[in-house]
């Protein structure tokens, strides 16, 4: 019977529509998958690996032998501070030693001579570590103990040759206050320098990198293993601004699934609408022959299962296919390659086309199943059931279920899911009157516009059906857009070409105005300058704390170090408060504090919370008075702790700034470093880079997966038009039996294509708008522009596509000779 | 009405059409030829299957054939496009079909409308209300077909018909879904029609008895116009007497 009826051409469309649907899908899947991988190595190369573990004492061979049995790279790094001196001079230095293969992701950049340092585009790429006996070191150690290539240091016990010049590393923001002149040597001098020893400060990184799944596999391996003063690191523990950026990224692209999920849904649900309709007279001939109820159910739901497996296998192969394509298009933008999709997204295709069909599929089937065998005598008897919305229910369920399970996020689902029902509901409704309203106005107009309301009346449950079809899709469409435009705005916005990348630390009071002369000397715009108090959390309200009171690590690590606390009178702009209240101008030298939320959830504090802090050996209690919300991706200079400007004014201050470098301009970086050395200089602009990159891929990949979606669009759009092909040849025939002329013919159509697609148009703009600012404001946390051209953009999308894609899929339908036609029909 | 009683409103020369059906060639009318004066009433008459409705739809240029000609008013059809095919019919062919083939969306008086229309012609309501009062539905106006009964229906085609007051009006079995009774009215009231428009009528029927109404009679037999026995007698006696 399957191919009875796929050589007469029933099953086309509903093939067709299942096709584009699980293949929109797995192209949107494999290729998330896909970007993701990629995404997530590229900004590895931040951390220099994959994983890392960080560790207070060294790290028991096994982690080595477990990485090195799931076929992991690995390279170990020591990390203490110790002085290095040349001759008198000395200066306590951040040391790095370093076994062969760091860094595993992301690369060294090196400099013979000072020369090279000022223009970057002469440093070099190490392809090793330093070989034995030899020491790479920094620019500010160079200039403060006044170095050269082959001179002489002693770290320890030993003496090392200045070989090169670490002009970039890419662990560099591990640690991101570590802001001592940095060292690399070679892990084997380490024995010599005699500098571990009991008791010494020292870190043990393992850095590790391979395949995805190795990786994910040794995570699982490693993390109940870890011992106290261990952790865990991947990137997206380390840098909360590529955390929320990728955390975006992959929320949008399930988005654009998700929506084509919707389109599929909606195209299927027209597709099978058709089907049945031609199906009714089989199935009265049948009954009339007494074929019981479920003969004709198991009879088509055999077939169903059979065409939704072929069809989805073609749609995964066409999504494999289309995502090739894409990467081969996006093979220049990131730099890594794209790394092998999982099959997941295959899998996930093949369960959501079969799932999908059948939950829009089985209703209306369940319906044909009680034709009236009478319809054998009456033709006009139709379905007792099959026009009514609510067949679509179990559909609509099922699309919930999935949508909980693709979106990752619940709360990004549930919003999802309630917009659309939603939207069907108030559509419908809307729909339903809308119809009835022109109708009862075609007798004031004439000709084409006569036809085209006539023929919206006769199919009004038709027409209905399509109209909310086209206009969630047109929403869908509409919502990314709107999302799409607002995150890559958001973006882009965030990382300026000028954000700062250059941080200042340590500058005292007695240097500000020295400072603003330096600036001043390079027409250098004076960037804004923060106080800074160090102090380090002892008490919440009555409980003393000390980094043993936390299991979680990231709370230990606060605990453990110095918070560095801030002044302010207003709340800083890209700041904002999300619990309790800001202090007002004449509370200035009240013991209150604002803390950060983050910061504040980790440590378990609440509003109203006494917080005692160590400063430079006093106690400083203050109440939590609000909790704000600081946008990290900005790299503007934040503080977790903030309080009004008098509290901390007789505690020891030191100013912090930060501002925009050209790579051109280091000369003046290490003239800064040469008149201030006892500024800590901390260079982001590599960590900046790396995400403006980021960015700029994540941006480009949402553009084209959003493509995928309008692709799906369009088959809603077809499998809309073709619903209704059936009674258009008809219309034809009698058109063309009475003397219509083609023009006249599309005319008509084009009027009802025009009001259907205008109708449905202006329901997706509604809908979007709404939709969208829920999404975007909840799900996404952006700020959501409203755009009222959005009204427009969806009526014109709704008129003109429609119209467009009505004529052209009409077109064949004129061409039929109209006797055939009749003929048919008596 | 006046009329040119020889003037031929339709003229068929060796119409043949083939139906490709996969593996066999089938021929479905071969060798027609065929006039038809203005004014006639004409009958095509034969067995289910044996090519009327084809010809039928081949004189109106709803179907093309393999070879030969139809002249339509003096115009050969089949050399004109199908838009100009269609403008022609608009103009001066009226349809009565087997199964009504009204416009499902539109009412009676939109189904009556609907060729003025597409002539641009500007009364057309008028017209259409005045037809179909003629034809008795003048309560039935805003109803749709669905609303109707077979027999009312049929009115409402008819009416359709001849709204555009057409030279040549071809009916395609007009009684076939119909009760005999209903069949009856309808068929006097399409001859009644007929008369008072002056239309020339070309009838498809299997009944004999409406055939006989007609001026002449055209038998097709296995898609060839064979002669009616008494026509044949009739003529081997006049070809013997001479």
């Not at chain 1, 950060?596 to 106690?619: C, F, M, N, P």
Request: net charge neutral; with cysteine; proline share 4%.
């Amino acid at each position: 019977m399957l191919s009875r009826d796929w050589r007469a051409g029933e099953l086309h469309v509903l093939t067709l529509a299942l096709v584009i649907a699980v293949g929109g899908m797995t192209t949107v899947g494999f290729f998330s998958d896909r970007v993701q991988l990629a995404l997530s190595q590229e900004s590895n190369q931040l951390l220099g690996a994959d994983l890392l573990i960080i560790s207070d004492h060294p790290l028991s061979a096994h982690y080595v032998d477990e990485a090195t049995r799931v076929g992991l790279k690995i390279s170990s790094v020591t990390k203490f501070h110790s002085m290095i001196s040349n001759g008198d001079d000395n200066m306590l230095a951040d040391i790095k030693a370093v076994t062969a293969g760091y860094p595993l992701r992301g690369k060294l950049h090196l400099a013979i001579n000072m020369a090279q340092i000022l223009s970057p585009e002469k440093t070099q790429v190490a392809d090793s570590i330093p070989e034995r006996g030899v020491v790479w070191v920094d620019e500010k150690l160079m200039i403060r103990l006044g170095l050269k290539q082959g001179d002489m240091v002693d770290i320890g016990a030993t003496q090392l040759t200045v070989a090169a010049l670490i002009m970039r590393e890419p662990d560099y923001s591990v640690g991101f206050m570590a802001v001592h002149p940095r060292v690399l040597i070679n892990a084997a001098d380490l024995p010599a320098t005699g500098l571990i020893q009991q008791g010494s400060r020292i870190k043990y990184h393992l850095m590790l990198a391979g395949e995805v799944d190795a990786i994910e596999k040794y995570r699982e391996w490693v993390l109940p293993q870890l011992l106290h003063g261990q952790q865990l690191e991947g990137i997206r523990d380390a840098r909360p601004e590529i955390k929320s950026a990728l955390e975006r990224a992959e929320k949008f692209l399930s988005l654009a699934a998700l929506a084509s999920v919707v389109l599929a849904a909606a195209a299927i649900a027209l597709a099978v609408r058709r089907f049945t309709q031609r199906h009714l007279d089989g199935c009265a001939v049948m009954r009339s022959m007494g074929a019981r109820q479920s003969t004709l159910l198991s009879l088509y739901l055999y077939y169903f299962i059979a065409m939704g497996i072929m069809a989805s296998i073609l749609g995964c192969l066409f999504g494999f296919g289309a995502q090739e394509f894409l990467t081969y298009w996006l093979s220049g933008l990131v730099e890594a390659g794209l790394p092998w999709p999982s099959w997941l997204p295959a899998i996930h295709g093949m369960l959501v086309g079969m799932v999908l069909l059948l939950g829009f599929a089985l209703p209306p089937l369940l319906n044909l199943r009680s034709v009236p065998a009478l319809r054998v005598l009456r033709r006009d008897i139709g379905l007792p059931n099959a026009q009514s919305l609510s067949a679509y229910a179990l559909g609509t369920i099922v699309l919930s279920l999935l949508f909980l399970w693709k979106a990752n996020d619940v709360r990004l689902g549930f919003y999802i899911i309630s917009g659309f029902i939603a939207a069907v509901m108030i559509f419908g409704l809307f729909g339903f009157f809308l119809v009835k309203l022109l109708s009862g106005m075609r007798h004031q107009t004439g000709g084409a516009w006569r036809y085209g309301l006539a023929s919206i009346q006769r199919r009004s449950i038709s027409s209905l059906v399509q109209t909310i079809a086209l206009g969630l899709g047109i929403m869908a469409l509409l919502v990314l857009s709107l999302i799409r435009d607002d995150l890559v705005r958001e973006w882009q916005g965030s990382l300026p070409p000028d954000v700062p990348n250059q941080f200042l630390v340590n500058i005292q009071a007695d240097q500000l105005l020295l400072l603003e002369d330096f600036f001043n000397q390079y027409n250098i715009e004076q960037p804004p300058v923060f106080p800074m108090v160090r102090g380090r959390l002892i008490q919440i309200n009555d409980k003393v704390i000390s980094a043993e009171t936390f299991s979680n690590p990231h709370a230990e690590q606060l605990v453990r170090r110095e918070f560095n606390m801030s002044w302010a009178n207003d709340l800083p702009h890209d700041n904002k408060i999300v619990a309790g209240e800001w202090w007002e101008n004449e509370d200035t030298d009240k013991a209150v504090i604002s803390i950060e939320e983050g910061v504040a959830k980790t440590l378990g504090i609440r509003l109203g919370d006494q917080l005692h802090y160590d400063v430079a050996g006093s106690t400083l209690t203050a109440t939590v008075t609000s909790m704000r919300k600081v946008d990290w991706d900005t790299f503007q200079v934040n503080f977790f702790v903030v309080t009004p400007p008098r509290l901390l004014e007789n505690y020891p201050v030191s100013y912090i700034t930060s501002f925009h470098m050209q790579p051109s301009q280091n000369h003046i970086m290490h003239e800064l470093v040469r008149t201030f050395p006892n500024f800590l200089v901390i260079d982001v602009a590599i960590v900046i880079e790396q995400v403006q990159a980021m960015i700029a891929q994540v941006s480009k990949a949402i553009e084209f997966v959003f493509l995928f979606t309008l692709l799906a669009g369009f088959a809603v759009l077809y499998a809309a038009i073709v619903s209704t092909q059936d009674e258009r040849i008809y219309e034809a025939a009698i058109f063309r039996t009475l003397g219509a002329k083609k023009k006249q013919l599309t005319r008509a159509w084009a009027a009802e294509f025009a009001i259907l697609g205008g109708l449905a148009g202006i329901f997706a703009a509604a809908g979007a708008s709404i939709l969208g600012f829920v999404i975007g404001h909840y799900a996404l946390n952006l700020d959501y522009t409203f755009n009222p051209w959005i009204w427009l953009t969806g009526f014109l999308t709704g008129v003109i596509g429609v119209t467009i894609a009505g004529l052209i899929g009409t077109r064949s339908t004129l061409s039929t000779p109209p006797l055939l036609t009749l003929r048919k029909v008596s | 009405m006046v009329q040119n009683i020889k003037q031929p409103i339709l003229r068929v020369n060796s119409i043949r059409k083939q139906v490709n059906t996969g593996e066999i060639q089938l021929t479905i009318l071969q060798n027609i030829n065929l006039v038809v004066n203005a004014g006639e009433a004409v009958a095509i008459v034969g067995a289910s299957g044996s090519g009327k409705s084809t010809l039928l739809g081949l004189l109106a240029g709803l179907d093309i054939p393999t070879e030969g000609k139809v002249y339509l008013d003096g115009v050969d059809i089949f050399s004109l496009d199908e838009d100009d095919r269609a403008v022609l019919r608009g103009k001066v062919l009226g349809f009565v079909f087997q199964s009504f083939q009204l416009l499902p969306a539109l009412t009676a008086i939109e189904n009556v409308m609907l060729p003025l229309e597409l002539l641009g012609i500007r009364n057309a309501e008028a017209t259409s209300k005045q037809l179909l009062m003629r034809v008795g539905l003048e309560k039935r106006l805003k109803h749709y077909p669905k609303q109707l009964s077979g027999g009312e229906q049929q009115r409402v085609a008819i009416a359709r018909a001849f709204a555009t007051d057409p030279k040549l009006l071809l009916a395609d079995e007009p009684t076939g879904n119909l009760d005999s009774v209903t069949g009856t009215q309808i068929i006097e009231l399409m001859f009644e029609l007929n008369r008072e428009h002056g239309t020339t009528l070309v009838l498809v029927t299997h009944d004999e008895a409406i055939s006989k109404r007609c001026s002449r009679q055209i038998r097709l037999a296995s898609g060839q116009i064979v002669q009616a026995p008494e026509q044949a007698f009739l003529e081997r006696a006049q070809g013997a007497a001479n």
